[in-house]
C-alpha cells in the first residue's frame, strides 16, 4: 500500500512492447530497490522487475494498460513515484492502493490565490464513492476533494504540489489515473445488496 505522498519525479527511460503488454525502464533518484518490490508510479502499483542505483523496470500487462494511462506513456515522460509504505512509518496522505479505479480528463485549470483549482471530469459511476473533503489519488498523489458535482471533480493544488510533482506540468485535456478511497469503495459494495429492497 501506499500514502500518496510522492517521493520521486523519475523519467521514464523505455517503452518495450512485449505480448502480455509493455516493459518500463524508469531513471530515478531512488537506490536500493529490489526485485519484487512494489512501487506505484503515476498511482500504478507495479512490481520492480530489474532495478541498480539510477533506475528500475516493471511490467504492465494488457488488463492494467486498458485501465490506466500507462498506455498513453512513452520515452521522456515524468513520472511520479512513490515506494511501498513500511509499517512503522508515518500516513501522511491516505490510503492508497495503486489499483486505478479509472482515467480523468483534465477538463480546467484555474489559479486561484496560492492554489491551482483542477476540474476533471470522472468516468460515469466513479464518483460514487467520494465525499466532499474525502480524499483522492491523482497520478499517484494524495489529494483533497475540493468540489463534487456529478461526475466533475475539483482539487486544489497548492505550489509544494505543482512543484514537486508532475501534476504541475498537466493541461486541459490530458489523462489522469483516478483512485477514489478504499474506504468509500468497500462501503458502497457492502450496502449496495440493500438499497433496492
Excluded at 511501498?84 to 492502493?97: E, F, P
Excluded at 482515467?103 to 485549470?109: D, P, Q, R, S, W
Excluded at 490565490?113 to 466532499?132: F, H, K, N, R, Y
Aim: charged share 20%; aromatic share 4%.
Amino acid at each position: 500500500m501506499f500514502t500518496g505522498l510522492v517521493e520521486s519525479v523519475g523519467t521514464i527511460a523505455s517503452v518495450e512492447k512485449v505480448d502480455e503488454g509493455v516493459v518500463l525502464s524508469v531513471d530515478t533518484s531512488f537506490s536500493g530497490l529490489v526485485d519484487g518490490e512494489s512501487i506505484s508510479v503515476n498511482g500504478v502499483c507495479l512490481t520492480v522487475t530489474g532495478a541498480t542505483g539510477g533506475w528500475f523496470s516493471v511490467a504492465a500487462m494488457v488488463a492494467t494498460m486498458s485501465r490506466t494511462t500507462v498506455g498513453d506513456w512513452a520515452a521522456g515522460r515524468r513520472v511520479n513515484i512513490e515506494r511501498a509504505v513500511r509499517a512503522d512509518s508515518r500516513l501522511g496522505g491516505h490510503i492508497v492502493q495503486g489499483h486505478v479505479d479509472g482515467v480523468g480528463t483534465i477538463e480546467a485549470l484555474e489559479p486561484h490565490g496560492d492554489a491551482t483549482l483542477m476540474d476533471i471530469g470522472l468516468p460515469a459511476g466513479l464518483s460514487e464513492t467520494l465525499v466532499l473533503h474525502g480524499s483522492i489519488a491523482l497520478d499517484g498523489v494524495s489529494l483533497t476533494v475540493n468540489r463534487l458535482e456529478g461526475d466533475k471533480l475539483q482539487v486544489a493544488l497548492i505550489d509544494y504540489t505543482l512543484r514537486n510533482t508532475t501534476l504541475g506540468e498537466l493541461r486541459v485535456g490530458e489523462r489522469v489515473n483516478v483512485e477514489t478511497d478504499v474506504i468509500g469503495k468497500h462501503v458502497r459494495a457492502l450496502v449496495a445488496p440493500y438499497l433496492n429492497r
